[in-house]
């Protein structure tokens, strides 16, 4: 915990309190607010916490202003153009890159925990074949504690780790089940001699009936769609990780929680919603109709992709995410894609617009993503999966961080009551 450096003062009714201010290594100051319910008496409101740190972490910085994200300080420019994914799950699980043993060591370690309890093969089959992968992914998740006893136990550090890893591991090969049982293909068993990205993408695609070769180029695209959504610092889906966990839950029924957050269109179901969008817009020439229902006050529509709660300039993931929409599009051979005219149109027109620059609304990472993952060949139901699969680690090592924090204590927002008082019950006959 920072150390309180300055004071700010609260008056309400000509009694002042002095609340103690810690600085950050980066971004605004916290005002610390703990014991003004004790001391004061009151409440704080903040619906939707947009001005409420949560807890201290040492893991993610956005700076939503500049449009900088850094893991461990390092920037996702970086990382996403010179690391690989599970370098940045290093990196985010244990605070430092690591060594070349140490990588090694750690993707020894997530290759051979990505098989599945083979009982769990029942589980899959007992959800409709028209399920939408999220709902198995929740399902899947949390019996992750009815099938791993062993790594169930928060007090245990050893488990913890073994929890992590089984996480991290498994969660490719529970999203690519949850897609080959939706197709009504035969489950693909994961491969050692793989990559996590390529192995990802064999479980997805492969069949046992003929042989299935990964494109590095694609393995390069999706390990990268991995590492541009490791984590997010405290978003929605973080929040209720650390919520959950904050009761002392098990690790999988929390990610199980992460992921139903997750599931949203106002989150990780943007993408799914943005390429559902491109597809209805059609062509270039009715963008402009569009830009106007999303400018309606009277219209519920929004430009999906666009806008964040954090950032209020360009989303930096969304700058790597359209040069690998470029490249995946040229690869396959469909750069005259007309859902990525649509996109770049759209981008263009709606940032030459006052009402998207003056409320700061930029593309987000969400914006060109869909259009990579349908052109690998996902369906846009596969879309939010793919997102919980890559922010598993997020999710763990903020979990993780938190179990390890000697502040940590349940978390129980307060209310603003505005309900009726107390009053007597009336029976049935007299109402
Ligand atoms: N299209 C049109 N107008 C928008 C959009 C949009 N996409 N986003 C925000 N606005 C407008 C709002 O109508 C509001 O206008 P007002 O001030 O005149 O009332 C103003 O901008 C602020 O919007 P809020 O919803 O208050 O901003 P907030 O920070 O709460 O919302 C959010 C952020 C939810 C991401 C929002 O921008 C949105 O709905 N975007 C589309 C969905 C999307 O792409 N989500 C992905 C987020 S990234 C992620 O989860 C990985």
């Not at 990505?114 to 089959?125: A, I, K, P, S, Y």
Request: with cysteine.
């Amino acid at each position: 915990m920072a150390e309180s450096t300055k004071n700010a003062t609260l008056s309400i009714d000509g009694k002042s309190w002095d609340l103690p201010i810690y600085s950050p290594t980066a971004g605004p100051d916290v005002i610390d607010i703990r014991k003004l319910y004790s001391d004061a008496g009151v409440f704080t409101y903040d619906p939707g916490f947009t001005s409420t740190a949560s807890c201290d972490s040492t893991i993610t910085f956005i700076d939503g202003a500049k449009g900088e994200l850094l893991h461990r300080g390092y920037p996702i420019d970086q990382l996403a153009g010179k690391s690989h994914y599970l370098e940045v799950c290093y990196l985010l699980l244990y605070g430092e890159l690591p060594s070349a043993e140490q990588l090694e060591i750690f993707e020894s370690t997530i290759t051979r925990h990505t098989m599945l309890h083979e009982q769990m093969v029942n589980f899959f089959r007992g959800f409709r074949r028209d399920a939408h992968p999220m709902a198995v992914m929740v399902g899947v998740v949390g019996a992750m504690s009815a099938f791993y006893h062993d790594s169930t136990d928060i007090s245990d550090p050893y488990q913890r780790e073994v929890a992590s890893h089984r996480l991290i591991a498994k969660m490719p090969t529970i999203a690519a089940w949850a897609y080959k049982y939706s197709v009504g293909q035969p489950f693909v068993y994961p491969r050692n001699d793989l990559s996590y990205a390529a192995n990802f993408l064999h479980m997805c695609f492969a069949v046992p009936a003929e042989e299935y070769v990964v494109d590095p180029i694609l393995a390069r695209a999706m390990d990268r769609i991995f590492t541009l959504h490791a984590d997010h610092e405290q978003n929605a889906s973080t929040s209720t990780v650390r919520l959950a966990s904050s009761s002392g839950a098990n690790p999988f029924a929390c990610v199980a929680a992460g992921i139903a957050c997750l599931w949203g269109p106002a989150h990780g179901g943007a993408n799914q919603a943005c390429l559902e969008m491109l597809k209805e817009i059609g062509t270039p020439d009715q963008i402009p109709e569009y830009i106007a229902r999303a400018k309606d006050k009277n219209d519920p529509f929004r430009l999906m992709g666009f806008g964040h709660r954090v950032y209020k300039n360009f989303d930096p993931r969304a700058t790597v995410m359209k040069q690998s929409a470029d490249e995946v599009l040229d690869l396959l051979g469909v750069e005259n894609n007309p859902i990525l005219a649509t996109a770049k149109e759209l981008e263009k027109q709606a940032l030459a617009d006052p009402y998207f620059t003056e409320k700061k609304l930029f593309p987000n990472v969400d914006f060109y993503s869909g259009i990579i993952l349908e052109a690998m060949g996902f369906p846009t139901s596969m879309f939010t999966p793919i997102f919980a699969l890559s922010r598993t680690v997020g999710w763990v090592s903020q979990w993780k961080e938190m179990l390890n924090d000697p502040q940590n204590k349940i978390g129980r927002p307060r209310q603003l009551y505005l309900g009726n008082t107390q009053r007597d019950y009336v029976d049935i006959e007299n109402r």
